[in-house]
């Protein structure tokens, strides 16, 4: 599975998880996204399934500040929009806070959902704290890997005790 990353370099360069993966190799930046890919949008109406792996290609993470998503994400991108079901963040700046992932880490949740999850560790491995987004999401993500329907991704969230 390809993985792409639209970056608005709105953020600490030296921070930036999207960066490093670029200079890594894991990842190709891209100026646009295309019709077969999958756009990580945590605005969208509609949760990423296992059973959309069958409509994409690759997988794009938009890179920008929290402090401005809201801006960023009134814009059209192009392909398979999407939003990850709720997880805690790993990283240090939103350690345990519901929704407030990275580029990485909503990358490599997106990754795990479709069945990869070996690209899903090895994306998560370039960072010292990227185990710790495992420990506090793994059997989570197994469960929503599990589910076929939003009905079932919300019985879910429910059982976890998450309030979305």
């Known amino acids: 599975m390809k993985v792409n990353v639209l970056m608005f370099n709105q953020d600490d360069p030296k921070k930036c998880t999207a960066a490093k993966l670029v200079r890594f190799g894991l990842a190709k930046r891209i100026k646009k996204t295309s019709e077969s890919t999958l756009v990580l949008h945590p605005f969208s109406?509609?949760?990423?399934?296992?059973?959309?792996?069958?409509?994409?290609?690759?997988?794009?993470?938009?890179?920008?500040?929290?402090?401005?998503?809201?801006?960023?994400?009134?814009?059209?991108?192009?392909?398979?929009?999407?939003?990850?079901?709720?997880?805690?963040?790993?990283?240090?700046?939103?350690?345990?806070?519901?929704?407030?992932?990275?580029?990485?880490?909503?990358?490599?949740?997106?990754?795990?959902?479709?069945?990869?999850?070996?690209?899903?560790?090895?994306?998560m491995e370039k960072f010292n704290w990227g185990h710790t987004f495992f420990e506090l999401n793994e059997n989570l993500l197994k469960d929503y890997q599990g589910a076929s329907s939003e009905e079932e991704v919300s019985m879910i969230i429910h059982d976890y005790g998450y309030q979305v």
């Open 45 to 123: 109406k509609k949760i990423l399934l296992s059973k959309d792996k069958t409509m994409i290609r690759s997988i794009t993470g938009i890179d920008c500040s929290w402090n401005l998503a809201d801006g960023i994400f009134e814009n059209f991108f192009g392909g398979v929009s999407r939003k990850l079901p709720p997880l805690l963040a790993g990283n240090p700046v939103n350690y345990s806070k519901l929704n407030k992932l990275t580029t990485v880490e909503a990358i490599s949740s997106a990754a795990f959902l479709l069945g990869y999850e070996s690209l899903s560790y090895q994306l």
